[in-house]
């Protein structure tokens, strides 16, 4: 027995040592708690935080769009989107089709639903985010059929003016992948909605307001459990409203009585601030149709449109500017003491200059006879102005022009703008056509807008404000602000006061005098000032341009009008009726009171009927 | 008894599976009710069987097995059962009847074999399934039956030194300061030439095969035990039951977020959260309060067990008891260790506590076994 004794002593030994091993390990093991639960409590319950809770954007409201009037160019409404929650696909397709009738879900929508729904098959599938309040109330009403679907409200934009203003509002949409790269939408995260285009574009920052934030819990799948009432949790704060210089009633007015068939633009400022009164082009688009994504084939007819619906032509087209660019030439000539008002050319209008061995025409073939610089504004007569570009010189035209910032872009308010286009040195001609490859007649073409030159609508209502006015070139703007009426200094035409009434009386007769290229559509209460302009472009027809002013004397508004092969033959000019009607509807509704004599006032015949008397450049 | 069932505290967060565990409970008890009426020596005499029909078990488990990864289940009947978790208990078995008969404790190294050739058989078999954890879980009923039967401690450190070589064997110069330690051992106990020579070349060849043996692990256990080393390796894989088990038990705090309402349970980021990770459940629901109350009880527990061991006045008895000391304790250490990073991840299960019908039924049997040598002292 004394060998078991011995063994039952070293076993308690080792029972001793046992215990105090299972003692220590305890004890180390709640240190290690201890460590885990109180010293890093906190930085943990924020992990597990972290771990559960899923910010959710709520999208802000974005601002509206007032015009000059406080008529609603762009809102946001509630709108609907339906969802479908996680569901076996059999069940989903089941649901899907019962609600198809309702929210008139092709069979094909219906397709591309599931497929969207096996891609993420944790998150719910949206259905559809553009339903009305009808649509929502008919599932509604069937609530017990439909325990899968999540009706949820969000934003949504409506512009009530369509396609009217479409140029000027731009439109929205989801963000696309080189956007979210730019610097710009750094904080923009994929799936917002941003501006496109237009106003909702270049005012995206104001007009967004700024996102709010909902938390959720979700399970370690990422499938939503529960909404998560949180103190990070923010409201969504709408976005600016903005209130436009553009008058919708006057943008309304230009698209009613635009010539359908034709492609073209109009444009109105106000030359004494710089604001937009018009912009209008044509053919347009419905800008309702981009919201909550445009469907493809939509879109395909949009973009394929040989009309181009989407281009911007007043501020994205370029346009040979035609006889409008005369008064370029004439303001050069009479600032460098080339020429004066009353100055004759020393060779008188045959109907065409001969230039070397070329004959460089007039539109008129049977001559105007001789002409001052006045009256050949008045007629539009090109071989006075084929003469002035000549003795200009061709280095001092095309510094000249340069200089009055012909190359640039007016910075107008909208993206998408683009400059006008001048040769800005004989080097440009050398590089183009190699120094033998041109001859100095380039001057005679330049002297009456063709050949090199290309300008856009607004740039040339800008270049005529500043005739209007006899101050710098305005800046036109859209928004209301007195920060953005800027003019550009450096542009400024720099006309003796009196040189420039001169001008301005020229311009005056074009309009209403008898034999003026604009008379047969003269207003009859206001005083228009301006300029007729034949494009000739490889495009067709002439294109028919207007630009001038009214009153003549205290200019409210400044035209530009362009109509795509608007010049049939050399009687007819669709641009003229128009910017004469689109004057006289503005001055008549800003209480203008007429400056024209009543007996001048008398009724103007129809146009084309007796085209004889006055044909028009 | 009582205090013993008194720990079952059952597993919530997988729906049904409490339920399925009661039925194992119920099974368990039963088992209980039927083992502690067997006389400790008839177990004795029908040990060699018990141990033959498990090892039987085991190669058939690696032929027609499943269950996720590994090969470790046996279905029959409707539930899943671990061969494994026989083999530990025939294994203890067998060591004790071996270990037991002996009046004096072996102190030469090459008398073990009979007892180390009984352990490795199941171990191979269980690495090839291959469940890291349990073959673990063998190692440590051969040492600990070995220590109880009075075994030299430097000779189970002779024989476990082969197996440290292994682990050391990835780093040259810790392995190198290792090897000397054994070889300076070997000569200060003068221990006799050929076991010395045995134990230096064993931990030679052990340090050499760590490389080629590791390749030959399963990707899984590879990146668990490197996990282990750092758990942010692998944050969305391996590590992401490490990561979430330290969040769930940090955010407990002190008082813990309420029973059955931890979030990081709830919602799913606790993976495995009713067996290998229940402990991060207490310590998150809970608090340090909960962890502490659970640690007193089982520590209380096992130190019951060990006195038990200590008191027996049968060497065979004695031995299986602290054998069981040792494995649960091994359980408690490595489940609850790893749960806050200070073991590495091994699907250990935590006796009384975790789920799982095969080591329940085990565990209770056990504790028959146990309750049976307190009553026949």
């Known amino acids: 027995m004394t060998g078991g004794e011995a063994a039952r002593l070293s076993r308690g030994r080792r029972s001793r040592a046992a215990a105090a091993v299972l003692f220590v390990v305890i004890v180390i093991l709640a240190a290690a708690f201890f460590r885990l639960q109180v010293l890093g409590g906190g930085s943990y319950e924020l992990q597990s935080r972290n771990n559960r809770l899923r910010p959710i954007p709520i999208p802000a409201a974005r601002g509206a769009i007032y015009d000059r009037d406080g008529e609603l160019l762009a809102e946001s409404i509630p709108g609907y989107s339906l969802s479908l929650l996680p569901a076996p696909p ?42 009305n309040f009808g649509q929502v109330a008919a599932v509604e009403e069937r609530r017990p059929e439909f325990r899968l679907v999540v009706i949820e409200t969000h934003p949504r934009r409506r512009y009530p003016a369509g396609s009217v203003v479409a140029h000027v509002t731009g439109y929205v949409g989801e963000i696309s992948e080189a956007e979210l790269d730019s610097d710009e939408f ?122 181009q619906p989407i281009l911007n032509r007043a501020a994205s087209a370029l346009y040979p500017p035609g006889s409008t660019w005369k008064l370029v030439l004439a303001t050069l000539g009479i600032r460098g003491g080339t020429v004066g008002i009353d100055t004759y050319m020393p060779t008188s209008c045959r109907g065409a200059l001969q230039f070397g061995r070329r004959a460089f025409r007039c539109w008129k073939p049977e001559g105007h006879g001789p002409l001052d610089l006045s009256s050949a504004i008045k007629e539009s007569c090109n071989v006075f102005f084929y003469q002035l570009g000549l003795r200009l010189g061709l280095d001092p035209l095309l510094s000249g022009v340069d200089g009055l910032g012909f190359n640039q872009a007016t910075g107008v308010d909208i993206p998408g703008e683009i400059s006008g286009r001048f040769p800005p040195s004989r080097d440009w001609y050398n590089e183009k056509f190699g120094r033998r490859g041109w001859t100095e007649a380039v001057v005679l073409n330049l002297s009456i807008g063709q050949g090199e030159t290309e300008q856009t609508l607004l740039r040339l209502a800008q270049f005529y404000s500043a005739l209007a006015t006899g101050e710098s070139p305005v800046v036109p703007h859209l ?25 301005v009386s020229a311009l005056t007769r074009v309009v ?18 301006g300029k007729t302009g034949t494009a000739q472009n490889p495009h067709g027809e002439p294109h028919s341009w207007f630009v001038g002013f009214a009153p003549a004397n205290d200019p409210r508004i400044v035209i530009a009008v362009i109509v795509e092969n608007g010049h049939p033959d050399n009687q007819t000019s669709r641009a003229v009726p128009l910017a004469s009607q689109v004057v006289s509807r503005y001055l008549g509704s800003e209480g203008i009171p007429p400056d024209r004599a009543l007996e001048d006032q008398a009724p103007i015949p129809v146009p084309g009927v007796s085209a004889v008397e006055g044909g028009v450049q | 008894m009582i205090w013993s069932a008194g720990q079952v505290d059952l597993p919530s967060g997988v ?77 203890i078995l067998l060591l004790a009847r071996m270990l037991g008969s002996r009046k004096e404790p072996q102190s030469r190294l090459f008398e073990l074999w009979r007892p180390v050739v009984a352990v490795v058989v199941p171990f191979l078999l269980v690495m090839a399934q291959p469940d890291l954890g349990s073959a673990l879980i063998f190692v440590v009923i051969l040492v600990s039956a070995l220590f109880w039967a009075g075994t030299p401690l430097f000779t189970i450190f002779m024989l476990v030194s082969p197996g440290v070589s292994l682990i050391l064997g990835f780093s040259a110069a810790v392995w190198g300061v290792w090897f000397v330690v054994v070889v300076m051992g070997l000569y200060l106990r003068r221990s006799f030439m050929a ?8 931990n030679l060849a052990a340090g050499a095969l760590a490389t080629p043996l590791w390749n ?35 955010s407990g705090g002190v008082t813990g977020q309420g029973f059955g309402l931890g979030p990081q349970k709830r919602l799913a980021f606790l993976p495995e959260q009713h067996t290998d990770f229940i402990f991060s459940v207490v310590g998150e629901e809970l608090g340090l309060i909960g962890v502490l109350v659970f640690l007193v009880l089982l520590a209380w527990f096992l130190r019951r067990v060990l006195r038990v061991a200590s008191e027996s006045s049968q060497s065979f008895g004695s ?49 028959a076994l146990v309750c049976r040598v307190a009553y026949e002292t």
Not at chain 1, 98 to 119: C, M, W
């Open chain 1, 479 to 503: 928004l209301q602000s007195e920060a953005l009426q800027q003019v550009r200094e450096d542009w400024a035409p720099n006309l003796p006061e009196a040189r420039r009434r001169e001008l």
């Open chain 2, 319 to 367: 031995l299986v008891v602290f054998c069981f000391f040792a494995v649960w304790f091994a359980h408690l250490v490595i489940n609850i260790g790893m749960t806050v990073g200070l073991m590495p991840v091994t699907g250990l299960p935590l006796p009384f506590i975790s789920y799982g019908g095969s080591f329940l039924l085990t565990t209770f049997v056990g504790l």
């Open chain 2, 15 to 91: 729906t049904g599976a409490w339920r399925r565990q009661l039925v194992w409970l119920a099974i368990s008890i039963v088992a209980f009710a039927v083992v502690a009426r067997v006389p400790m020596r008839w177990l004795e005499w029908a040990t060699p069987w018990i141990y033959t029909i498990s090892i039987f078990l085991l190669l058939l488990v690696l032929v027609v097995g499943g269950g996720p990864n590994t090969r470790s289940w046996l279905r029959f009947a409707g539930f899943s059962i671990q061969p494994a978790e026989l083999a530990k208990l025939a294994t």
């Open chain 1, 186 to 307: 750094v904080e923009y995260e994929a799936g917002r909605i941003v501006g496109k285009q237009g106003i909702e574009r270049s005012y995206e920052s104001l007009l967004a307001g700024a996102a709010g934030t909902r938390y959720v819990e979700v399970n370690a799948r990422g499938s939503i459990v529960r909404e998560f009432p949180s103190d990070l949790a923010r409201a969504a704060e709408p976005g600016t409203e903005l209130h436009l210089t553009l008058d919708l009633a006057l943008q309304q007015f230009a698209d009613s009585i635009f010539p359908e068939e034709h492609r073209g633009a109009v444009v109105a400022l106000d030359p004494r601030t710089g604001e937009v009164l018009l912009l209008y082009s044509h053919p347009s688009f419905d800008p309702n149709l981009f919201v909550g994504g445009i469907s493809e084939v939509e879109w395909a007819a949009i973009r394929d449109d040989p009309r």
């Open chain 1, 512 to 529: 209403n005098e008898p034999g003026g290229t604009a008379y047969w559509h003269r207003p009859r209460e206001w005083t228009l000032a």
């Open chain 2, 216 to 250: 030959r692990l399963a990707p899984y256990q590879q990146r668990r035990l490197l996990v282990f080393l750092d758990p942010d390796v692998d944050p969305r894989g391996a590590g992401w039951h490490l990561i979430q088990s330290k969040v769930a038990i940090g």
């Open chain 2, 195 to 202: 076991e010395a020579v045995a134990v230096a070349l064993a």
């Open chain 1, 90 to 131: 059999d069940t989903a397709r089941v649901t899907l089709d019962r609600l198809a009738p309702y929210l008139s879900l092709t069979p094909d929508d219906v397709e591309a639903i599931l497929e969207r729904r096996r891609r993420n098959p944790q998150l719910p599938v949206l259905v559809r985010d553009d339903l």
